[in-house]
C-alpha cells in the first residue's frame, strides 16, 4: 500500500470529502485561515456565517437534515466560546457535529505569551477544556503528535467517534503545524461508522420473549390488544425504513410523539394521532393507557415529550426498542439494537398480522376550518396551514409556542419535521434552516419541495442576521414570524404583565432590505396579515408558495393568545370554556397571578 505526503489541513478535508461534506459553517479568524486556504481549494464549500452561534445552529441543521456529520469551524477562544451553546444543544439531541478551532501558534503556546484570544495567563488548553462535557472525542495537535507520526491515526480516531457516538467532536489545531507534511498509508480506507453488531444468542431470545408476550396479548379477543409508539431516536439513528416495513409487517396501530412526529406517515389509517400522557385527545389517551401491551420504538423521555412525565404505560406492559438494546417487561436485553432487530421481529410476528389488522385506531385528520374577517388566532392558523402543506415539504418550528402549533396537525406523507425542543435554545431554528437546506438542496436539487420554517418574533429577533446567510446561498424559505410582542410562553407560565416578558415590535417586513446583498440583491416578497381572509388570500390566490423567492409572512396575534397543546399543556382552559377574563375575539388572557405548572414549557 503505497505512501502518501500530504498537509495536515488537507487530510482532515480529504477525510471529510469522503464522508460527502459539502458545506463547512463558520466564522473566519486569522488562526483558522491556513485551514480554511485547505478548505478553499477542496470540492467543500465555506459558508461564512454572522456570528459563532450561528454557525453552530447551521452545522446541526445540516447534520439533522443529511443523519450524518456536520462541520463547524472557529477561531480559538472568542469563536469557540461563542459557538459552544450550539455545541452543547447538537450533543444534547445527539447530533454528530465535527468542531475545527484554529488555534495560537504552537510556538507562542511553548512560550505562554499573553496574545490575543486568551485569558492573559498564558494557559492554552482552558477552553479546550470547557467543551468537554459536550463532545465525545477530541484531539488538540501539537508537535508531539507529530513526531510520533500519529496525526493521521488521531484525527481518524475523532471523526469515526463522531459518526458513530453520534455526539460534537473537537479537533484544534495550532495555525503553524496546519500546513505541515504527514507521510500516511490511511486515506486507503475510508472512514466507517462503527457499528457494534446484535449479539444473535441476545437478539434470539429477545424474538422469542416478545413473541411469547404478543401471544399472550392476543389470547381470546379484546379492542386495542397491542400497539406501537414511535419516537424521534428512530430518525436520530436513521431508522425510518426498518420501522415503515415492520408496521406494514405486523400492521398494527402506531400512535406518534411530540419530537417523534413525521418518523412515521401520519396519513396512514393505522397511524392514530400523538400520545403527551395527560396532555394528549381523549380517545388516544384511553387506547394507549388501555393497552394489553404496548411497543415503544426510540422512546426518549422528556418533559415536553411526555406531558411533564404523565404517560401511564405500565413497565410490565411495554416493550421498549433501543437504539442499542431492547428492554421486554422488566427484563434487559444489551446488544439488542432496533435496526438489525425490527426486520427479523417483523418477520417473526407476522402471524399476528391478520389480529391487529382488526385493531381500531382513531381518526387522526385534519379540522375544516374556514376564513373570516375575524383576527388570526391560533385555534384557526395553524389547522389553516396544515390544510395548506405538501407532500415532503420540509417544515421547521422553533422552540417557542410555534412548536406547540404542530402537534395536533397531521402532517403530509414524506414530509419532514426539525424541532430541537430538548435543549430548546431560542434562536436555533434560523441557522438550522439556513444547514438543512444547504443539506437538501445537495442531497435532492435546486428544484427540492417548499421549506417552511415557524418562529416567533422573540426567538427571531436572536438570529435575525441569518436572512443575510439565506441571501448569500440562495435559498428560498418562506419563514413565518408569529409577533405578539414578547415571549408568549414566558407570559403564560408565569406573571402575565410582567415587563421583562416584552420584547421591541421591529419592522419585520423591511429587514428583507436592510440584510440584502448591495452588490448581489436577490429577489424577495414580505407580507403582513392580522387577519383570517388575508393570510387565506395568500396561500390560496396569492399562491405564495409557487413564488422562487425568498419570502416572510408576519402574522399579527393577539398577545395572549397561545396554540391549544401549549394551554392543554399550561392548564388553561379553552376560551369558550372559560370563565375569566377574555380579550379580543376571545382570545384567552390569563389573571395577572396565574402562575402555570413549571417544567414542560421552556421558551
Not at 465555506?46 to 477561531?75: P, S
Not at 385555534?379 to 396544515?386: H, K, N
Not at 423591511?510 to 387565506?536: C, F, M, Q, R
Not at 399550561?570 to 376560551?575: A, S
Request: aromatic share 8%; glycine share 8%; hydrophobic share 40%.
Amino acid at each position: 500500500m503505497a505512501a502518501e505526503e500530504i498537509t495536515i489541513g488537507n487530510y482532515i478535508v480529504r477525510r471529510l470529502e469522503e464522508q460527502n461534506i459539502r458545506s463547512i459553517f463558520g466564522v473566519p479568524g486569522s488562526y483558522l485561515a491556513n485551514f480554511l486556504d485547505n478548505v478553499e481549494s477542496s470540492s467543500i464549500k465555506w459558508v461564512g456565517e454572522c456570528n459563532e452561534l450561528i454557525a453552530a445552529y447551521a452545522a446541526d441543521g445540516y447534520a439533522r437534515y443529511r443523519g450524518g456529520l456536520g462541520v463547524l469551524a472557529t477561531t480559538v477562544g472568542v469563536g469557540e466560546l461563542s459557538a459552544i451553546n450550539g455545541v452543547a444543544g447538537s450533543f444534547a439531541e445527539e447530533l454528530p457535529i465535527l468542531h475545527i478551532v484554529g488555534q495560537q501558534p504552537s510556538i507562542d503556546q511553548e512560550e505562554g505569551l499573553n496574545v490575543i484570544h486568551t485569558l492573559g495567563d498564558g494557559k492554552y488548553d482552558t477552553f479546550a477544556k470547557s467543551t468537554t462535557p459536550y463532545i465525545c472525542s477530541q484531539f488538540l495537535l501539537s508537535k508531539k503528535e507529530i513526531g510520533l507520526g500519529v496525526v493521521d491515526q488521531s484525527i481518524d480516531k475523532v471523526i469515526v467517534d463522531c459518526i458513530s457516538k453520534s455526539r460534537p467532536a473537537y479537533i484544534a489545531l495550532p495555525a503553524d503545524l496546519v500546513d505541515t507534511k504527514i507521510v500516511t498509508t490511511r486515506l486507503h480506507e475510508p472512514l466507517k461508522k462503527e457499528e457494534i453488531p446484535n449479539n444473535k444468542d441476545a437478539e434470539s431470545t429477545a424474538i422469542t420473549h416478545i413473541y411469547q408476550r404478543f401471544t399472550e396479548a392476543f389470547a381470546g379477543w379484546q379492542d386495542n390488544n397491542v400497539l406501537v409508539i414511535a419516537d424521534v431516536s428512530i430518525s436520530r439513528h436513521h431508522c425510518k425504513k426498518e420501522v415503515a416495513d415492520f408496521l406494514a409487517a405486523t400492521d398494527l396501530p402506531v400512535y406518534g410523539t411530540p419530537l417523534g412526529k413525521t418518523v412515521v406517515d401520519e396519513t396512514s389509517p393505522r397511524y392514530g394521532g400523538v400520545y403527551i400522557g395527560d396532555l394528549s385527545d381523549a380517545e388516544v389517551k384511553k387506547k394507549v393507557e388501555s393497552a394489553r401491551l404496548v411497543v415503544l420504538i426510540g422512546p426518549l423521555t422528556t418533559d415536553f415529550n411526555s406531558g411533564k412525565f404523565s404517560y401511564k404505560i405500565k413497565d410490565e406492559n411495554a416493550i421498549k426498542i433501543h437504539y442499542d438494546h431492547t428492554e421486554v417487561g422488566f427484563a434487559s436485553y444489551a446488544r439488542v439494537g432496533m435496526k438489525e432487530l425490527l426486520p427479523k421481529l417483523g418477520e417473526r410476528l407476522k402471524d399476528f398480522k391478520n389480529r391487529a389488522s382488526k385493531l381500531t385506531v382513531p381518526k387522526f385528520e385534519l379540522k375544516p376550518v374556514t376564513d373570516s374577517d375575524k383576527q388570526i388566532t391560533h385555534d384557526w392558523l395553524w389547522w389553516r396551514l396544515g390544510a395548506w402543506f405538501e407532500k415532503n415539504d420540509l417544515i421547521i418550528t422553533e422552540a417557542g409556542s410555534v412548536s406547540y402549533g404542530v402537534l395536533d396537525l397531521p402532517l403530509p406523507s414524506g414530509s419532514s419535521l426539525l424541532a430541537q425542543k430538548l435543549w430548546a435554545s431560542i434562536g436555533w431554528s434560523m441557522g438550522a434552516t439556513h444547514g438543512a437546506m444547504l443539506a437538501r438542496r445537495e442531497i435532492e436539487g435546486a428544484q427540492a419541495p417548499k421549506t417552511i420554517l415557524f418562529i416567533g418574533d422573540g426567538s427571531f429577533q436572536m438570529t435575525v442576521q441569518e436572512i443575510s446567510g439565506f441571501m448569500r446561498s440562495g435559498i428560498n424559505p418562506i419563514i413565518f414570524v408569529i409577533t405578539n410582542g414578547g415571549y408568549t410562553i414566558e407570559r403564560l407560565q408565569h406573571n402575565v404583565e410582567g415587563e421583562y416578558h416584552n420584547i421591541v415590535t421591529w419592522s419585520y417586513g423591511d429587514l428583507l432590505k436592510v440584510l440584502a446583498s448591495t452588490t448581489n440583491p436577490i429577489e424577495t416578497k414580505t407580507y403582513k396579515v392580522s387577519k383570517e381572509t388575508e393570510l387565506g388570500k395568500l396561500l390560496d390566490v396569492q399562491k405564495i408558495r409557487n413564488n422562487n423567492c425568498l419570502q416572510l409572512v408576519e402574522i399579527d396575534v393577539g398577545r395572549d393568545d397561545a396554540p391549544p397543546a401549549l394551554r392543554r399543556a399550561l392548564g388553561i382552559p379553552d376560551p369558550d370554556n372559560s370563565s375569566a377574563d377574555h380579550g379580543k375575539q376571545g382570545v384567552f388572557l390569563p389573571r395577572r397571578d396565574f402562575k402555570a405548572p413549571l417544567g414542560i414549557i421552556g421558551w
